[in-house]
């Protein structure tokens, strides 16, 4: 009777683990599924003007955002990592955890009323390709910085830093010859996620960068505003979607080898 118990239990583990994998996949699935049925339409609208314009402004600034959340990220990450003050803790959850969780629609806001045309600093970039860029900063980098934090500390507790200062490396030496190539890995798979998220973004930039056509109007937004055209939008979501996981997949190939890659299939 016990053995039956345990099988059964092993039987509903697997059972349920598999139905969210299952669900999850079909998501994903039912975008190419659905193409079958309106293939001209959709087909057409791949060569849309405003189509691919929204896909060009949502690649480039979502690399211009990796770069700046790289840029600023990593010593934010290095100092969180390996120095010790008050309200540390605190400013790691603002940083982090927070804009994960902030409700993007609120960030939009919050954006509009201090870079907007009614800034208290005069300063109005509203409806600007730099307005999408903040608003895709806000929730993408702190992928950078947590995985940083993470590996920085994994390399701090062996102790290495400490061996370096006792042979007289200095600060900048131990950054760049001891934490920076030993987290290189990390910190490259931290960038598809801020990448693949900044693509994603939508609530902060409907609402700060505007859905301008040919100007701040990217992929998602587009997507949101032309939801009612059912091909057009579909045509938008597969090519968002496919360049995501195909990036993805490309930065798993170089962060984990050959192997890695092989056993993804």
Request: charged residues 10%; proline residues 4%; glycine residues 6%.
């Amino acid at each position: 009777m016990k053995i039956i118990t345990q099988a059964l239990l092993i039987i509903l583990l697997y059972a349920l683990g598999f139905s969210l994998l299952g669900w999850f996949f079909f998501i994903f699935l039912f975008q190419y599924i659905a193409l079958l049925g309106q293939g001209a339409d959709v087909f057409s609208s791949f060569l849309n003007p405003e189509i691919l314009t929204a896909g060009w402004l949502s690649i480039s600034s979502s690399c211009v955002t990796v770069v700046i959340s790289v840029i600023f990220g990593i010593p934010l990450a290095y100092i969180f990592a390996t120095r010790s003050f008050k309200g540390k803790s605190f400013l790691e959850t603002l940083i982090i955890d927070v804009p994960q969780t902030f409700p993007p629609v609120a960030e939009g806001i919050i954006l509009l009323l201090m870079l907007g045309p009614q800034s208290p600093f005069h300063l109005n970039i509203a409806y600007t390709y730099a307005a999408l860029v903040l608003t895709k900063l806000f929730v993408s980098a702190p992928f950078i910085i947590a995985f940083a934090v993470r590996k920085f500390r994994d390399i701090q507790e062996t102790g290495l830093d400490i061996i370096a200062r006792t042979l007289g490396a200095n600060e900048i030496q131990l950054f760049f010859t001891i934490f920076l190539p030993l987290a290189a890995k990390d910190i490259l798979s931290a960038t598809s996620l801020c990448w693949a998220r900044a693509m994603g973004e939508l609530g902060g930039g409907l609402i700060f960068a505007g859905a301008i056509p040919y100007k701040t109007e990217d992929i998602s937004i587009y997507i949101a505003t032309h939801s009612k055209q059912t091909a057009p939008a579909l045509a938008a979501t597969i090519l968002v979607t496919t360049a995501s996981l195909l990036a993805l997949l490309l930065f798993k190939r170089f962060t984990k080898g050959t192997k890695a890659w092989k056993g993804l299939f």
